[in-house]
């Protein structure tokens, strides 16, 4: 199912979101395609679960064949475990951070991937799509030491991987979370033990509180719009994950 985020002169942002979950042997992940004046960007396009049904389902709004740049957050098999078919598929580019660049080729044939990976450096980078572009802002260490999240200035939906998870929230996720209060349950346990540290958690809500998002869309869940947009910003500062509360007691050996 295609869920539309936005569409408005020419550009298109498109969302979906139950194409990896069948029976629940795979964890749920959303995947994304953007469209600007017939240049397509797919966003973590996913694992070979996903693989078929998502390509017959973006051939209803854009010819695969032509996507122009395939968009990774971080190297987890969720997100390209299926790269080996999308570059048979299409002549796009890869776009993942520099940690990850020569990891990538493991998920495909050899030479598949060559003269076709863009190494995003760690501070980001502009990456054009038609008459526009999609930003790629730095989110290391959430979860991943590097990994991006993509801005597109157009709709103003920022796609944040990992960052705004909500377990259980798939099934509903063309009515966006717009309360964050009552989805908090959802959303506490899998940020503290996925996100590092509260100060990275903290300088990216810096960063984030400089850009006009209208919506947050994550990897996996329910996008949230409206308040729970500087709801989100302002809670995921403020909680302890990863390191920061772990003790001698979390390295001993197995009795």
């Not at 997100?79 to 660049?101: F, H, N, P, V």
């Amino acid at each position: 199912m295609a869920i539309e985020l936005y569409n408005k002169n020419g550009h298109v942002c498109l969302m979906f979101a139950h194409l990896s979950d069948e029976g629940g042997e795979a964890v749920q992940a959303n995947q994304f395609l953007v469209i600007d004046q017939q240049q397509g960007a797919i966003i973590d396009p996913g694992g070979n679960v996903a693989y078929n049904e998502l390509l017959l389902t973006i051939g209803r709004y854009f010819q695969p064949n032509k996507l122009t740049e395939i968009l990774a957050s971080h190297a987890d098999p969720d997100i390209i475990a299926s790269l080996d078919r999308w570059m048979t598929s299409t002549q796009a580019k890869l776009y993942i951070s520099r940690l990850w660049e020569r990891f990538a080729p493991h998920f495909c044939k050899p030479g598949k991937t060559v003269g076709r990976i863009v190494g995003i450096p760690d501070p980001g980078m502009r990456i054009p799509l038609g008459r526009s572009e999609i930003i790629a802002l730095p989110a290391h260490f959430m979860h991943s030491e590097g990994n991006f999240q993509f801005w597109d200035p157009v709709s103003r939906i920022l796609f944040s991987g990992d960052l705004g998870v909500s377990i259980g929230t798939s099934s509903d996720a063309a009515k966006p979370i717009t309360d964050l209060r009552p989805h908090l349950p959802r959303m506490e346990a899998f940020h503290r033990r996925y996100m590092v540290s509260q100060k990275v958690l903290r300088l990216w809500a810096n960063m984030a509180r400089t850009l006009p998002i209208q919506m947050i869309v994550p990897q996996h869940g329910a996008p949230l719009a409206g308040k729970a947009v500087p709801e989100f910003i302002d809670w995921i500062g403020t909680i302890e994950c990863g390191i920061d509360g772990l003790t001698q007691a979390n390295y001993t050996v197995p009795g």
